[in-house]
């Protein structure tokens, strides 16, 4: 049997993109199961426009950046998807501002191949890592912060942070143990429907770290990690996901355009993301009659 693919949206903005981007999707995968997390406090948009094999979450979240709304709207997202007859092999986690920059046989292939249950950035979160990244994500996820007041050189009491980062200050109001560690990665991940049960079963059954995450910044950088990374019958592969720019620096990457085209035809990685209409259409419409290209000559062949 084929490997059949769903995709889980979590969008908020651009309605033509969030259109342009599901069309592409059912072009490529012949009508898959389609779930959006739309977040329509932000941007208004027509559920019945759309095709019969896209759901959409009701009721909806208010979401915000870096908050557990964006957790929460994945986890109900995943629901909808799996409880229903015919769902997929596998996931793909997308935002609206990512695209395809693979053909479908490709990635199909890919994950039809994998031995692993996930495609998922997951790092150990440890206090000494060499990792920058990783040593931050453990003063948010992991350390005890103490918030204190300090004069500024203008004698102006301004808040500082101390992080007590010794397992006897931080383990015993924390979720984590030697049996049950923090791991963190990249937001976008892939999974197989084992891994989705996973999730769904712990999300539901277990509420510690769900509570612990609603009150730090970022968890949807970690809340799904910990739980796959934890799980010791599922096998995790690397991520295959997502092309990014990140050399600009900063909490958000490069917004793509024609000039990242041969980079992300050189990329192994299937979709690609942040692009924008308002910045930049003419690398959707190459990257379509690549795609359309190859799929032309796969029917000839």
Aim: with cysteine; net charge positive; aromatic share 10%.
């Amino acid at each position: 049997m084929s490997t059949t693919i769903g995709f889980v949206l979590l969008t908020h903005a651009k309605p033509d993109q969030i259109r342009r981007l599901i069309g592409r999707l059912n072009v490529m995968f012949e009508a898959p199961p389609i779930v959006c997390h739309h977040d329509f406090s932000q941007c208004p948009l027509a559920p019945e426009s759309f095709p019969e094999n896209v759901s959409f979450v009701r009721p909806h979240l208010e979401t915000r950046w870096g908050s557990f709304s964006l957790v929460e709207a994945t986890a109900r997202a995943i629901r909808l998807m799996y409880e229903r007859p015919g769902s997929p092999d596998w996931f793909v986690l997308l935002s609206g501002a990512d695209y395809p920059i693979k053909p479908a046989a490709r990635i199909l292939g890919d994950l039809a191949a994998s031995p692993h249950d996930a495609h998922i950035d997951c790092r150990p979160v440890v206090a000494d890592s060499n990792d920058a990244w990783v040593r931050g994500c453990f003063d948010r996820y992991c350390a005890r912060r103490i918030n204190y007041p300090s004069p500024s050189r203008r004698l102006r009491l301004t808040k500082q942070r101390l992080f007590l980062r010794h397992w006897l200050f931080w383990r015993p109001f924390s979720p984590f143990s030697a049996a049950f560690r923090c791991h963190a990665g990249r937001q976008w991940f892939c999974a197989n429907r084992r891994a989705a049960e996973t999730i769904l079963d712990y999300h539901a059954s277990k509420p510690r770290l769900a509570a612990r995450y609603r009150r730090v910044n970022c968890p949807d950088e970690s809340y799904f990690q910990c739980i796959l990374g934890n799980a010791s019958q599922l096998s995790l592969g690397p991520p295959i996901l997502h092309y990014a720019d990140w050399t600009g620096g900063g909490n958000h990457p490069k917004t793509l355009g024609v000039e990242d085209l041969s980079k992300l035809m050189s990329s192994n990685a299937h979709f690609a993301r942040k692009f924008d209409v308002d910045h930049d259409a003419r690398v959707l419409d190459k990257l379509d009659a690549r795609l359309d290209s190859h799929a032309l000559r796969r029917s000839w062949a």
